[in-house]
Nanobody, 121 residues
Framework: QVQLVESGGGLVQAGDSLRLSCAAS????????IAWFRQAPGKEREFVAR????????YYADSVKGRFTISRDNAKNTEYLQMNSLKPEDTAVYYC??????????????WGQGTQVTVSS
C-alpha cells in the first residue's frame, strides 16, 4: 500500500515557476514508476510526466516538454515536478500517481489528493 500527498501548488503569474512535491509512504515507493497528471475544470485528467523507478528515464507530454522537469529522491520517498515558464493553460489540479506505466489514467493504482495550480495572465 502506498499513500501519496502532493504539496507546492499555488497562485502564480504567467512566466513564474513552481515546484510540486509528492511525498509517499510505503517501502515499495522506490520500485514504482511515478507520474504526474493534471485536470483542468471541465476537462478530463491528462498525463503530464512520468519517471522510472531508478529516475533514469523520463517522459513528458508535448505540452510541457522543455518547461517541466520530473525528478525523484528515493531516499526521501519524494517525487518532484519543477514547472517553469508557466502559462495560464497550465492551470489545473495536479495529481501524482504510482504503480503504473504509460500515460493512461487507468493504468495507475495509487493516487494523491491533488494540489491546485493557478496561473494568471
Amino acid at each position: 500500500q502506498v499513500q501519496l500527498v502532493e504539496s507546492g501548488g499555488g497562485l502564480v503569474q504567467a512566466g513564474d515557476s513552481l515546484r510540486l512535491s509528492c511525498a509517499a509512504s510505503g517501502r515499495s515507493f522506490r520500485n514504482y514508476y511515478i507520474a504526474w497528471f493534471r485536470q483542468a475544470p471541465g476537462k478530463e485528467r491528462e498525463f503530464v510526466a512520468r519517471i522510472s523507478s531508478s529516475g533514469d528515464y523520463n517522459y513528458y507530454a508535448d505540452s510541457v516538454k522543455g518547461r517541466f522537469t520530473i525528478s525523484r529522491d528515493n531516499a526521501k520517498n519524494t517525487e518532484y515536478l519543477q514547472m517553469n515558464s508557466l502559462k495560464p493553460e497550465d492551470t489545473a489540479v495536479y495529481y501524482c500517481a504510482a504503480d503504473g506505466i504509460g500515460t493512461r489514467v487507468d493504468s495507475y493504482k495509487y493516487w494523491g489528493q491533488g494540489t491546485q495550480v493557478t496561473v494568471s495572465s
